[in-house]
């Protein structure tokens, strides 16, 4: 028994098994429940039947005694009525021979149930029986005025001797009765001593298996915390990780806009002092070095945004249906321009940061209206799912091949010369990285020339969601 | 005839920087004499440095907080303790991009910190700078 609780090594077999031996162990928890409960209720029959086994022989008991007391009743109302000659005598006697045999069979008929003797009670029907026919002849005799035969039928003792043998009889009767209730006790007595051992050994035996699953438990559990703990110094470690990147990038594209600024200004500078002094080739190389270095802050200042994503304050409840009207008004050149059309239907209020979820939509609205030859049309929707809200952003536009879905998210990556659609490839790594923020992810549906559907979801509760380290802000 | 300011020193270990900020205040005529510093310990020897009698004491002040060596919070430390006949000018803090937290928190506890100007100083902001600390000057006397 005790070989159960042992500990083996966790190599997975032996798991299974252990897992298997946990089940058996359990069943067999299981069946000793059930047999002590058995046990309860053998216990609680039995009780009740040795109860009942009492009341049918007081019962009996006094049955006995009634018999013997309406006998005295008769032969003195018989005695009255020989003596008195007074016929109020004789009721109670009729009375007592009427309700006889209706005792007798009572006490015949519960024989079985107390264990009386049948041999007995036949006996004392008959003696009863001749008691009361001798006692009826002599009120006959008297009724007859042969009052000298019936006193002479008296004197003979007959109905003496007859009331003795019934005393006795019920004297007999009552022993055995007695004796029955008593063998029947101890068996009783026995059973709830053998029930109640049992009931015992169930209890020590369910205590051991509960210990075993105790222990297997709190093993289980011990080893689930140490893998929680692991887990949440992984994830801290990786938080800090990224944390530093993040530094990194903001320092470095703080740091890269110096010298891109004094770049800038002597080529302004250049242009102003030295410009009637250059011939047209001069001119366009200074163009060239100025247009490089306004594209070169563009990229710097889309790092230095992208780093301080999500550190525009606090998480707050944003109404998405009055976000896109304001991003409508706010786009409304650029709509009017491009002859735009913006459906959106009924929209949800979410929790995000408010500054990250504007640029989200405003990118992909954006998005939307420029990679179009024709006329745009843009769709915004929303479904509800269980944690999530999921969004879409669907266009008539030039759409996007399925070769290049996968790299449309990443930073700095373009699809397109940006003579023909001006930009710094890192309107959708924003939104990837806005969409993540808020617990979601970000996908598409799109083929070339018929249009983009761009999805993305937000966590509705994004209490898991820990505040971003402030950087310093403009 | 625009009133004008008298002199202006600049600190900034850029060359380049304070070539800009002085091409950029010559153009606006506001100021007869920019002289730059390339460092903190630099322009407190110019700063103490009297001529004929008289120290120079410029009216303006234009500091780059980050200087390889003394940098600008620690001028502005040793600055404070000047007698007091050393300096009677307004300083503006230059500023690259943004303030850090650390800036944040030093700019606080300098009060001789007058205002905040964002790189690169552009003649409309340094003639709006003059504006609002010389105000008398334009409103006193009539051009």
């Known amino acids: 028994m005790f070989g159960l609780f042992t500990n083996k090594s966790d190599n997975p077999s032996s798991l299974k098994e252990r897992s298997q031996r946990a089940f058996n162990i359990l069943l067999l928890g299981f069946g000793l429940l059930l047999l002590a409960l058995f046990g309860a209720w053998l216990s609680q029959y039995n009780n009740a039947r040795a109860e009942d086994n009492i009341a049918t022989e007081l019962l009996e008991q006094s049955r006995l005694e009634e018999l013997l007391s309406k006998l005295q009743q008769a032969e003195s109302a018989q005695r009255g009525y020989l003596l008195t000659s007074n016929t109020t005598y004789l009721r109670p006697f009729q009375d007592v021979s009427n309700q006889i045999p209706h005792l007798l069979d009572q006490i015949q008929s519960k024989a079985d149930e107390s264990n009386l003797s049948m041999a007995n009670i036949r006996r004392l029907r008959s003696l009863t029986n001749r008691k009361m026919r001798e006692m009826a002849e002599t009120i006959r005799l008297k009724d007859s005025n042969r009052a000298e035969e019936a006193i002479a039928l008296v004197n003979e003792d007959i109905g003496k001797v007859l009331m003795d043998s019934i005393r006795l009889e019920v004297a007999a009767l009552r022993l055995s009765g007695f004796k029955a209730y008593r063998r029947n006790d101890v068996i009783a007595k026995r059973t709830e001593n053998f029930i109640f051992g049992l009931e015992l050994l169930s209890v020590v035996i369910l205590l051991m298996i509960l210990y075993y699953i105790h222990s297997v438990i709190q093993s289980l559990f011990l080893k689930t915390q140490a893998a929680n703990e692991e887990l949440k110094a992984q994830r801290a470690a990786l938080r800090d990780k990224n944390s530093q990147l993040e530094r990194f990038a903001y320092i470095a594209s703080h740091d890269l806009n110096e010298p891109l600024r004094t770049i800038s200004s002597f080529v302004d500078v250049f242009h102003e002092e030295q410009a009637d002094r250059l011939d047209s080739e001069g001119k366009q190389y200074l163009n060239f070095i100025q247009k490089a270095a306004e594209r070169m802050r563009g990229l710097v200042n889309g790092m230095l945004q992208f780093a301080r994503i999500g550190r525009s304050g606090q998480m707050v409840d944003i109404d998405v249906n009055k976000l896109i009207r304001t991003i409508a008004k706010d786009l409304s050149v650029s709509i009017e321009k491009n002859r735009a059309t913006l459906d959106y239907a009924e929209l949800p209020v979410i929790s995000g940061y408010r500054t990250e979820i504007r640029q989200l939509f405003q990118n992909l609205i954006l998005n939307a209206i420029k990679y179009n030859e024709g006329t745009p049309n843009v769709k915004i929707s929303c479904i509800e799912r269980t944690s999530h809200w999921e969004f879409c952003v669907a266009d008539n536009g030039i759409g996007i091949a399925p070769d290049h879905q996968e790299r449309i998210f990443g930073m700095f990556s373009r699809l397109h010369r940006s003579d023909d659609y001006p930009g710094q490839g890192i309107g959708l790594a924003f939104c990837k990285r806005i969409v993540e923020l808020h617990g979601g992810e970000i996908w598409l549906a799109s083929r070339e020339g018929q249009g983009s559907e761009f999805y993305f979801t937000i966590a509705k509760d994004n209490s898991h969601v820990t505040p971003i380290e402030q950087y310093p802000s403009n | ?143």
């Not at chain 2, 002289?35 to 120290?55: F, H, I, P, Q």
């Not at chain 2, 390889?68 to 500023?95: D, H, K, Q, T």
Request: aromatic share 8%.
């Open chain 2, 1 to 143: 005839m625009s009133p004008q300011l008298n002199s202006i020193l600049l600190i900034d270990d850029s060359a380049s920087d304070n070539f800009l900020t002085t091409r950029t205040i010559n153009k606006t005529g506001l100021c007869k004499n920019v002289v730059s510093t390339t460092g903190g310990r630099e322009a407190l020897d110019y700063l103490s440095c009297a001529k004929e009698g008289k120290y120079p004491n410029p009216e303006l002040i234009f500091l780059d907080i980050n200087m390889p060596g003394m940098n600008g919070w620690e001028f502005l430390e040793a600055y404070n303790e000047l007698p007091e006949e050393m300096r009677n000018s307004i300083v503006v803090c230059m500023l690259t991009t943004n303030m850090s937290e650390s800036d944040q928190r030093n700019s606080t506890r300098f009060n001789v910190l007058d205002s905040y100007t964002e790189k690169p100083l552009t003649e409309a902001k340094f003639i709006q700078l003059v504006e609002h600390h010389f105000q008398e000057r334009f409103n006193g006397s009539p051009s």
